[in-house]
């Protein structure tokens, strides 16, 4: 073998060396690709949560309101006399009651289900339906039966309940989106009955106030 010949062999192994080289990485890498789980959203978190935060740093957090806080609905701005907060299975959400400076009493409820869901709650004592039957019609709308069931709940600042206890509710929904409530606290037979509006995220601002947290009572 002359000297070009040998030069144009050691040539071609380098070459087919460095292609060995090279095709092994790439075997490496596509093996990694493969055994890589396919992109998506974390378990257990929430793709839209980002959205809610943004809103919370501007407007505050109602999942944080407590007795003593100040919250503006639609331009009048309500203070928190007392929160319930209800257990059922696993299952909670919370109710506050709100009064104006002229003493109108109304409740807010802030729920996750999943997306954050705000309701402002109006009392009717004048009212005589009871819950039970499919469809109830009450106040010139005919209302859906929706869910049902008994849960716990835990109260902090003015509510007029005792500190814990349990309670049966019963609620209804029409088909234009107006929201029927019945609550019976404790050993009673007698039905709370309240209607319920939603309200958008917007329509809500909450200015958390200094202070420990405010006993039940």
């Known amino acids: ?20 080289v090279v095709v092994a990485l790439w075997a490496v890498q596509s093996a990694k690709r493969k055994a890589a789980p396919p992109p998506g959203p974390v ?11 943004d809103a919370d740093a501007l407007r505050g957090d109602p999942r944080r309101l407590r007795p003593g806080d100040i919250v503006e609905i639609r331009g009048t701005s309500y203070g928190v006399r007392g929160s319930l907060r209800f257990d059922e299975g696993g299952w909670s959400w919370t109710e ?5 400076a002229s003493g109108a009493k109304l409740w807010l409820s802030v729920e996750e289900d999943p997306d954050l869901e705000l309701v402002l709650w109006t009392v009717v004592p004048s009212a005589t339906v009871t819950p039970g039957l499919p469809t109830i019609d009450f106040d010139g709308r005919r209302y859906v039966s ?10 902090t600042g003015t ?21 029927l409530s019945f609550e019976s606290y404790g050993d009673s037979m007698k039905w709370e009955v309240s209607r319920g509006e939603k309200l958008h995220r917007a329509e809500v601002l909450v200015y958390p106030q200094a ?5 039940a009572g």
């Open 96 to 100: 506050h009651l709100i009064d104006d």
């Open 1 to 20: 073998m002359n000297g070009s010949t040998a030069w144009l062999v050691a040539g071609l192994g380098c070459l087919l060396g460095v292609a060995g």
């Open 43 to 53: 378990r257990g978190t929430d793709p839209f949560r980002s959205h809610d935060d």
């Open 146 to 155: 929706d869910e049902s069931g008994l849960a716990r709940y835990t109260a």
């Open 211 to 215: 202070g420990p947290p405010a006993k």
């Open 159 to 179: 509510t007029g309940l005792q500190p814990t206890g349990g309670v049966r509710y019963h609620d209804y929904t029409s088909p234009d989106g107006a929201l």
